[in-house]
């Protein structure tokens, strides 16, 4: 009998799952998206001609904004990706997954409205007693004034905190931007060639063969160093002297965990690299 609780990749659900089923009740998601569909978008949806391709909703393109930059998921890359990765974004889109450029050209063409229903988002949150919106605080501890210690939030107090929350949007949008406009790769991406199960596995395979192929090599040269110096020694010792230093330890053969098959190197690349 196994020890190990079974693993099993393969099985289909019986029957669909529900994204509503994915997350715990009090998630921050969940917040986000009940709290956006309260909000007026029409200032949004307007704008939508309806020609062409259906869009993505801007209730859900803006919550997927919302809750990743609150969550330092900052580039819309990033984004894209966690519609995938995460099941919080997963949530958010409906388990649908706009691109990065429409979540990039969303931000920038509804820039002003974007800043300004963010927030709404977060005075609705501070309004609802939540101490902090992600990484966002929102109990007003950057703003020196007396009534920060008060439950009844003075008008002129909730002024300073709407200023200081703007400030903080506008700050996350100005890095997003800027993470957009890095060309840089986020993290390590599969490429395109591997991206299938039975690719990849002949790839692994290709590459321990060239991993054991190379080691194979080393193995040769270590041993043949360590006869020359050990026959070197034993010469010495015939000559009546007496070598300095310890005798050389045999090579362990064999791969090891550091080897490595280098992808961009020409001589051990796996998959051109393309771009």
Known sequence: MSRFIPVDRQTDYL????VDEWLPDEHLARFVVDVVEQLDLSALTQQYAGRGHKAHHPAVLLSLLIYGYATGVISSRKIER????????R????????DHDT?????????PELE???VQVL?????????????????GTKVKANASKHKALSYGHAKKLEAQLKTEVNALIQRAEAADNDVATDGMDIPAEIARRE?????????????EARAQERDAAEQTAYQDKTANRDAQRKAGKKPRGRDPKPPMGGPRDKDQVNLTDPQSRI???TG
């Open 15 to 18: 029957l669909p799952p529900s």
């Open 82 to 89: 966690a519609t995938y990765d995460s099941i919080a974004f």
């Open 91 to 98: 949530y958010l889109a409906a388990n649908t997954h706009p």
């Open 103 to 111: 979540l990039a050209t969303f931000r920038r063409r509804f820039l």
């Open 116 to 118: 300004q229903l963010f």
């Open 123 to 139: 005075l609705l949150a501070r309004e609802m007693k939540l101490l902090k919106f992600g990484t966002i605080a929102l109990d």
């Open 199 to 211: 690719a990849r596995l002949a790839a692994i395979a290709e590459a321990k063969i060239k991993i």
């Open 271 to 273: 998959m051109p690299v």
